[in-house]
């Protein structure tokens, strides 16, 4: 079936260093959705990227819709300790007009203050 | 804007129980309804698509008479977890969207079966 790599798995960085996330596919996505989830919560909605190429700001996150429509990726600069928690790429891809979502495996990502 | 309520957020019964989970959209229609299921550390298993007045869409492997979902209106969907037993304990979370706009999430439910 249809997947999404998610990667790194986890992450371990120091209060203040930036972060980097992707999402990569072997089909093609026509929506990209990064969202958080803290433990014990559902997901929370973080940026939504429609076009490819997009490159889209959220505070001190961005995102970017990859050139191919089959990567994205999201970048966290100058990190605290509220970053703390798993990020989830979703993708919508061109066949599906139901508006489901494939999820990435998910980012573990703890901050050291 | 765009919240979503999902009530229980934590219900333990015993086995053999019927179990019912509200997901209601709370300022927008939603047109479509998405179940969830999570287990610890890992990513989100889609388990139905729902659409007001119609019958759900289920994954495979879904047993839709285990798992009932009813979505009578454009801000309300239940899922109810039939004579439940100790493996189907789990997170389970919905969502809800308008047309084309993004999902967004309930904060999810905790069900233990004893």
């Known amino acids: 079936g249809q997947q999404l790599n998610q990667s790194p798995q986890s992450m371990f960085i120091q209060e203040g260093e930036d972060v980097s996330m992707n999402c990569t596919s072997s089909s093609i996505f026509n929506t990209w959705l990064w969202y958080k989830q803290d433990p014990g919560e559902g997901p929370v909605l973080l940026i939504a990227l429609y076009k490819a190429g997009e490159l889209t700001s959220n505070g001190r996150l961005t995102a970017q819709f990859g050139i191919t429509r089959k990567d994205s990726f999201l970048n966290i600069s100058a990190s605290i300790p509220s970053d703390v928690g798993i990020y989830f790429c979703?993708?919508?891809?061109?066949?599906?007009?139901?508006?489901?979502?494939?999820f990435g495996q998910g980012t573990t990502l703890q901050v050291k203050p | 804007g765009a919240v979503v309520s999902q009530h229980p957020s934590w219900v333990i019964c015993k086995s053999g129980t019927s179990v019912k989970i509200e997901c209601r959209s709370l300022d927008f229609q939603a047109t479509t309804m998405f179940w969830y299921r999570q287990f610890p550390k890992q990513s989100l298993m889609l388990m139905a698509t729902s659409n007001e007045g119609s019958k759900a869409t289920y994954e495979q492997g879904v047993e839709k008479d285990k798992f009932l979902i009813n979505h009578a209106s454009l801000t309300l969907s239940t899922l109810t977890v039939t004579s439940a037993h100790p493996e189907d304990s789990s997170f389970y979370i919905c969502?809800?969207?308008?047309?084309?706009?993004?999902?967004?999430f309930g904060d999810g439910t905790r069900l233990s079966i004893l």
């Open positions: 979703a993708g919508q891809t061109v066949q599906s007009n139901t508006g489901k979502l494939i």
């Open positions: 969502s809800a969207s308008k047309g084309d706009q993004p999902q967004h």
